[in-house]
């Protein structure tokens, strides 16, 4: 029987793949959206009154956003280093697509690829033309020059959608990616947690961000109870990672909400997460549950966490920008 022997969650936005001089160079997008936080929506004036007392202007210096990519990268030196030696065989990756592969047409709220090739190709001048400001630098971060072509793994793949169809999840099955990029999610892994040199992976996406079919959180991490049986049925030897990346609350930080995931996590019990209730959990803040799944399947592991660090990225005095988590788990 296969071995699961690591869990990881990671952070992967574009301010850990672009300088932190390029950090404010989505104050724009901020200022013109309306954001969740807290189970509502807020314009960015609202947050600002909102949050006055918080003391966010000493947290958007040069000196505060060197200091807190400093910290960032360090982290996921170690989770690399973690990575390597570790030497999984295959690796499993929870991330969510944000309209890269589905579009409005189709969204699926479980995913699974099965095929044996993952592309992850350059995108063409004209996507680039028309990405949101400070997103077109950050896409080396997650997409090698000239693109890259790496192993699927579809006999774990085709383990995980047989149990997960037994245990009455409806996943769909992917043999080809619908476009031939892959989303960042697993991008930002392949590039900086395997150090460009990925192992053959089984990509699972979970509809995170889009209405009107997001799996709940209790559902997330039954879901990754159900990863988990299906890598310990598996006849095989071999050695796996589960790995989460997204994360933790953005656009707009939280760390209050942070705080109790995290406590979560190390007593490996949901339910706080759980009565948060599902409007906290919306736009960047909704990847949170791609790290749902790993901890159900730590938690029934039996596995405590290594915290590494917890990042409050701030770039602005409404508190917008994104909290980093980093954190594993080893057998």
Not at 28 to 36: G, I, M, S
Not at 158 to 182: C, S
Not at 225 to 241: C, F, G, M, Y
Not at 256 to 275: G, H, N, P, Q, Y
Request: aromatic share 10%; hydrophobic share 45%; net charge negative.
């Amino acid at each position: 029987m296969a071995e699961v022997v690591l869990g990881i969650g990671t952070s992967h936005g574009p301010m850990l793949v672009t300088e932190t001089e390029l950090w404010g160079a989505r104050l724009p997008a901020d200022r013109a959206a309306l954001h969740a936080w807290r189970g509502g929506r807020w314009s960015f004036d609202d947050l600002v009154a909102a949050r006055s007392g918080e003391g966010l202007e000493k947290q958007i210096t040069e000196a505060a956003w060197a200091e807190r990519q400093r910290r960032c990268q360090l982290a996921i030196e170690q989770l690399a280093d973690v990575f390597a030696q570790a030497k999984p065989d295959v690796a499993v990756i929870i991330g969510n697509d944000q309209m890269e592969i589905f579009d409005e047409r189709l969204i699926p709220a479980f995913s699974v690829f099965y095929g044996d090739a993952i592309t992850n190709f350059e995108f063409s001048p004209e996507r680039m033309a028309k990405l949101p400001p400070g997103i077109a630098e950050s896409i080396p971060g997650y997409i090698p020059p000239g693109g890259e072509t790496s192993a699927g793994h579809p006999e774990l793949a085709l383990k995980i959608i047989e149990r997960a169809m037994e245990d009455e999840f409806d996943v769909a099955a992917m043999k080809r990616l619908p476009k031939p990029e892959t989303p960042h999610a697993f991008g930002f892994v392949f590039r900086r947690i395997m150090r460009d040199r990925p192992v053959p992976t089984v990509p699972v996406l979970i509809n995170t961000f889009y209405p009107p079919n997001q799996p709940g959180v209790r559902r997330c991490y039954a879901f990754g109870k159900s990863i988990l049986r299906a890598i310990q049925e598996w006849p095989s030897d071999a050695r796996v990672a589960i790995i989460a990346s997204g994360g933790l609350t953005h656009f707009v930080i939280d760390e209050e909400l942070d705080a109790i995931f995290l406590d979560a996590l190390r007593s490996r019990d949901m339910t706080r997460v759980t009565e948060l209730g599902e409007a906290v959990f919306q736009d960047g803040t909704s990847e949170i549950k791609n790290w749902v799944p790993v901890a159900g399947a730590m938690a029934e592991l039996g596995l405590t966490p290594h915290i590494v660090d917890y990042v409050p990225c701030y770039r602005s005095e409404a508190g917008t920008g994104n909290a980093m988590g980093f954190v594993y788990w080893q057998a």
